[in-house]
T-cell receptor, first 115, second 115 residues
Framework: AQSVAQPEDQVNVAEGNPLTVKCTYS??????LFWYVQYPNRGLQFLLK??????LVKGSYGFEAEFNKSQTSFHLKKPSALVSDSALYFC?????????????FGIGTKLQVIP | DVKVTQSSRYLVKRTGEKVFLECVQD?????MFWYRQDPGLGLRLIYF???????EKGDIPEGYSVSREKKERFSLILESASTNQTSMYLC??????????????FGPGTRLLVL
């Protein structure tokens, strides 16, 4: 079975400060890992993904995430938060060994950037 | 840009009604998905289709069925709507590039209220 945990329901950060949104996963073998963002009343938008290779992945809007196999984590980071980053963030995992292309999503973390 | 459209943004139905949610994608993607999104539960997969007329049950298929008669269109059907099916429904599509991770592209969502 595959699963993903987002331990924080909400993260508050001041504009201009660095932000981190946490994600841990459980999957047998090497995972595919994803981050998506959802703005109010919108569908999810892809931010970045880790498949293989460099553990630091860079994505859209200045976001990056670090894959840490020993800690089974894939935390989302940004050096300087913007008010416009306020949204709901979802981490997701897929086991590539499964023929069925099912992705498991976390419950989401609400990011609030305070001006 | 990939575009995934959903037939309605908001829908109000009565208990027992048959409800059709339509999803269309314009990128010739093989895979299409239906999720429901509920606060505190994240996204849960209802059904998945990997080709025309092909479907797989997700985590919560009970009370739902799907239809994929054309590659670009994936319909979710609530045979007899119930109040516990009040939710946000999200459609997504992806192109199965083996070994590169399959980014999912989401529609804007349909917020369904069952009275």
């Amino acid at each position: 079975a595959q699963s993903v945990a987002q331990p924080e329901d909400q993260v508050n950060v001041a504009e201009g400060n660095p932000l981190t949104v946490k994600c841990t996963y459980s999957v047998s073998g090497n995972p595919y890992l994803f981050w998506y963002v959802q703005y109010p009343n919108r569908g999810l938008q892809f931010l970045l993904k880790y498949i293989t290779g460099d553990n630091l992945v860079k994505g859209s809007y200045g976001f990056e995430a670090e894959f840490n196999k020993s800690q089974t984590s894939f935390h989302l980071k940004k050096p300087s938060a913007l008010v416009s980053d306020s949204a709901l963030y979802f981490c997701a995992v897929r086991d590539p060994k499964r023929g069925y292309q099912k992705v498991t999503f976390g419950i989401g973390t609400k990011l609030q950037v305070i001006p | 840009d990939v575009k995934v459209t959903q037939s309605s943004r908001y829908l109000v139905k009565r208990t027992g009604e048959k409800v059709f949610l339509e999803c269309v994608q314009d990128m010739d993607h093989e895979n299409m998905f239906w999720y429901r999104q509920d606060p505190g539960l994240g996204l849960r997969l209802i059904y998945f289709s990997y080709d025309v007329k092909m479907k797989e049950k997700g985590d919560i298929p009970e009370g739902y069925s799907v239809s994929r008669e054309k590659k670009e269109r994936f319909s979710l059907i609530l045979e007899s709507a119930s109040t516990n099916q009040t939710s946000m429904y999200l459609c997504a599509s992806s192109f199965p590039i083996r070994g590169f991770g399959e980014t999912q592209y989401f529609g804007p969502g349909t917020r369904l209220l069952v009275l």
